[in-house]
């Protein structure tokens, strides 16, 4: 007996999906419905806004913090080597077209004498002013004593830690040792009497027509003594061969420009430093909301480092000039 199986009947075409024009038979074409528009970004939510704010605040803080403890350590002494390029080339000029200074007056700030240790390696233009802001481009001369190399005594301050320290090694001189002065009005050559501190007896009177040197710095103790120092230094050293001094120098001078004195005048400057820094924090606060954190951070970091360079040189005077 044969049986037949019958083929089953197929989809019923009113069933079947419709063909598009142009599209390959069996294949079903996607839908095209169209897409939802995305919703637009609301405002950052209040949890946001506080984490930008102190993130950006920590950033802040470190970047002035870390640039004043490198430029303290460091980057003062490239500062004050090349403030001391600038003042040689001046003080070159002076002598060579004989308009150095010889007092009694001199623009504080301005170069009066090259100032050569032999012994120490030591060669430093001196500059008028012993204000802990005058002491950051080098030696200072103070100003009710006549100038290095004129008859009488002569003192002259020196940093001991700090933008590039140019007394460091002062406490190291022996008596004996030479001392060099190159002014407007000649070559004054010293000799050191020696080192004495708080309490060390004063040397002898200068001799009738010579000279005398006073070297001063800061010395401190321990381990943080080179960073921290704490007491008075002063070498002394007499020459007989010495210029006259004109008449009219200042008989005192502030206080600010004693030894390890600072200076209180530089606390707007440091308001307006820190007030610059604030802005600049909020600045980059608002710009996060707008533009990626690494873009505005780019920016914004010159700006912050050249501030804090500034903030730095401010705090300093605020410090012992000696230091």
């Known amino acids: 007996m044969t049986v037949t199986l019958e083929k089953p009947a197929g989809r019923p075409r009113s069933l079947r999906r419709p063909q598009l024009p142009g599209a ?8 095209r419905r169209p897409r939802p528009a995305p919703r637009p970004a609301g405002p950052p939510s209040s949890t946001d806004t506080a984490a930008s704010v102190l993130s950006t605040s ?10 004043m403890a490198a430029q303290l350590l460091f980057l003062g002494s490239i500062s004050q ?24 007056v001199v623009p504080v700030g301005d170069p009066i004498a090259l100032l050569t240790i032999p012994s120490l390696g030591i060669e430093q233009v001196v500059v008028e002013g012993t204000a802990s802001g005058d002491l950051l481009a080098g030696p ?18 020196g940093r001991a830690a700090s933008y590039g320290a140019p007394f460091a090694d002062l406490p190291d ?6 001392i060099e002065v190159t002014g407007a009005q000649g070559v004054a050559t010293y000799t050191v009497l020696g080192v004495r501190r708080a309490g060390d007896p004063l040397p002898q009177p200068v001799v009738e027509g010579g000279g005398r040197l006073t070297l001063v710095t800061a010395e401190g103790a321990g381990r943080l ?37 600072a200076d209180a005048g530089a606390l707007p400057l440091l308001a307006l430093c820190l007030a610059l820094l604030l802005a600049l924090t909020l600045g980059v606060v608002a710009a996060r909301q707008r533009w990626s954190t690494a873009l505005v951070w780019v920016v914004a970091s010159p700006l912050a480092i050249a501030l804090s360079w500034a903030s730095t040189d401010v705090v300093m005077r605020l410090l012992p000039n000696l230091i």
Request: aromatic share 6%; hydrophobic share 40%; glycine share 10%.
């Open 24 to 31: 390959r038979p069996g294949r079903r074409q996607a839908d």
């Open 58 to 67: 920590f950033t802040m803080i470190a970047i002035v913090c870390l640039w």
């Open 81 to 104: 080597q090349r403030a001391q390029d600038l003042l040689y080339g001046e003080l070159r000029t002076d002598l060579a077209g004989a308009t150095a200074p010889v007092g009694p």
């Open 140 to 157: 200072g001369h103070r100003r009710d004593t006549v100038l290095p190399g004129q008859v009488g005594t002569s003192v002259v301050y």
């Open 173 to 178: 001189l022996h008596a004996g040792d030479e």
């Open 225 to 261: 003594g080179a960073i921290a120092p704490e007491s008075v230094v002063y070498v002394d050293a007499d020459t007989t061969k010495a210029y006259p001094a004109p008449p009219g120098r200042p008989s005192v001078v502030p206080d600010s420009e004693k030894a390890m004195a």
